[in-house]
């Protein structure tokens, strides 16, 4: 396929799953029965230089939590790693573990493994012609984007629950959960003692974006769950507008709130104006 020329490096699990009855240009690779998947000799070229150029240009700008999850996993550079030995480290961790998937999957399978500390991860990896933007999220982006998070307690607690409310959600309030985890799951950014850092793995598997995130383009707004929820977002662009945590125990405590109520809320409000301009028309 021709993906389009942007900046960004995918889009989101939670933009993309919704599109899965639309069909993907990706051929995901299922396990043999031992449940180990064979992967070419380009293909673990393309996630070594993958690592290669993400691991250089993370160093003082994500957050200590995604350092210590990454040092846990202990990702190999110069291969994809098996799903069962990033599941053994997940499952000690928080009890989490990944879920092999097709390129793209329903949002109700979705919300449904979320909500069973199960993380949906696509087996397949981007040719090296897409090396910096393709449209369905590939496997070095759910593995060393978001993988490393699932390490920490409030992230992993925050992400399964969001899956429980994804699942009885209706499908109108599933569109602001949406903007929830993009502004939060996938481009989060948080404040530390060491000043502010990545954590959202769709900023972290881009390097385009590791870099645009916290220069001086970008706004950068506090986190608030009700205006995160009235943000609208392009996926196909860098984005324009990060919210920013005090620290990951926000995502503990959001948690353990009424997010549906905040749905209403934000809702009743109605999205903000939006901080780009609209697609160009392909016809």
């Known amino acids: 396929m021709n993906a389009p020329q942007s900046p960004t490096s995918q889009a989101s699990a939670a933009e993309t799953h919704k599109a899965a009855s639309k069909g993907t240009a ?5 396990p ?44 190999p550079v110069d291969h994809i790693p098996q799903l069962a030995d990033v599941d053994r480290v997940l499952r000690e961790a928080t009890g989490w ?4 998937v097709p390129a793209l999957i329903p949002f109700d399978t979705f919300f449904e493994l979320l909500a069973n500390r199960r993380f949906p991860v696509a087996t397949f990896i981007r040719t090296p012609e897409e090396m910096d933007y393709l449209k369905e999220p590939d496997i070095f982006h759910e593995i060393f984007g978001h993988c490393p998070m699932l390490t920490n307690p409030a992230f992993a607690e925050f992400t399964a629950i969001y899956g429980q409310l994804g699942l009885k959600a209706e499908p109108r309030d599933r569109v602001y959960l949406a903007r929830l985890y993009w502004m939060t799951v996938e481009f989060g950014l948080v404040d530390t003692p060491q000043g502010r850092r990545i954590y959202g793995g769709g900023i972290i598997s881009s390097p385009k974006e590791t870099l645009h995130a916290l220069s001086d383009v970008p706004m950068h707004s506090p986190f608030d769950a009700v205006d995160a929820l009235r943000t609208p977002y392009r996926i196909d662009i860098l984005q324009p507008l990060y919210y920013v945590l005090n620290g990951l125990d926000t995502l503990h405590d959001l ?18 104006e939006p901080h780009f301009p609209p697609k ?3 016809h």
Do not use: P
Not at 26 to 30: G, I, R, V
Not at 33 to 57: P, V
Not at 97 to 100: L, S
């Open 26 to 30: 990706y051929q995901a690779h299922m």
């Open 280 to 282: 160009a028309s392909t």
């Open 97 to 100: 573990e990944t879920a092999q």
């Open 32 to 75: 043999d029965d031992d449940g180990i998947i064979h992967w070419s000799a380009e293909e673990n070229h393309t996630w070594q230089q993958l690592m290669e150029r993400q691991l250089k240009l993370i160093e003082g700008r994500v957050c200590q939590e995604y350092l210590d999850g990454l040092e846990r996993l202990a990702l």
């Open 255 to 272: 948690a353990q709130r009424d997010i549906m109520a905040m749905v209403e809320q934000a809702r009743d409000m109605g999205l903000f």
